[in-house]
């Protein structure tokens, strides 16, 4: 398994934990009050973007051999292009969304904007994560196609 994989994975990994995380602590009444407060949100918010940044440092390039082929590199700008076609497809159904459920004269919190935001991106980078994984998966034992 290589550096991409790993990061891959564990960008899964993340993004499941944080999710099933964040819908238990916000869910979960507790003595009258949720865990986490709704002004509290963004904190998540800035530690689930901290431990996706953590990827890269924890899975460090290996100076020994070579780290990134044509290949790897063919499958590394898939996958940023699948990942900004989610990004934008959800952002544009989720407002969609927000709009028929708020209506035209209502009033969007910013709290649901910086939500609307966070669920993007964890669709951006579940789609690169499996896209990575799936273009991987299709090579031989030797690594061919």
Same mark, same amino acid.
């Given at each position: 398994?290589?550096?991409?994989?790993?990061?891959?994975w564990?960008?899964?990994?993340?993004v499941?934990a944080?999710?099933v995380?964040?819908?238990?602590?916000?869910?979960?009444?507790?003595?009258?009050?949720?865990l986490v407060?709704?002004n509290?949100?963004w904190?998540?918010?800035?530690i689930f973007?901290?431990i996706v940044?953590?990827?890269?440092?924890?899975f460090r390039?290996?100076? $020994?051999q070579v780290d990134? @082929?044509?290949?790897?590199n063919k #499958?590394h700008?898939l996958a940023?292009?699948?990942?900004?076609? /989610?990004f934008?497809?959800s952002?544009v159904?989720e407002?969609?969304?927000?709009?028929?459920?708020?209506?035209l004269?209502?009033i969007?919190s910013?709290?649901l904007?910086? $939500?609307l935001i966070?669920? @993007?991106?964890?669709i951006?980078? #579940?789609m690169?994560s499996v896209?990575?994984l799936?273009?991987? /998966?299709?090579?031989?034992?030797?690594?061919q196609?």
């Open positions: 398994m290589n550096r991409n994989q790993k990061i891959a564990f960008n899964l990994i993340v499941f944080g999710f995380i964040t819908v238990t602590v916000t869910s979960t009444p507790m003595s009258g009050e949720r407060p709704p509290h949100i904190l998540s918010c800035i973007f901290f940044a953590l990827a890269k440092t924890l390039k290996n100076s $020994i990134f @082929s044509e290949h790897d #499958i700008q940023k292009r699948v990942c900004w076609i /989610a934008a497809t952002m159904l407002l969609i969304f927000t709009c028929f459920v708020v209506g004269k209502g969007v910013p709290l904007l910086l $939500i966070v669920i @993007s991106t964890a951006c980078l #579940i690169e896209t990575i799936v273009r991987y /998966a299709w090579r031989g034992k030797d690594g196609q």
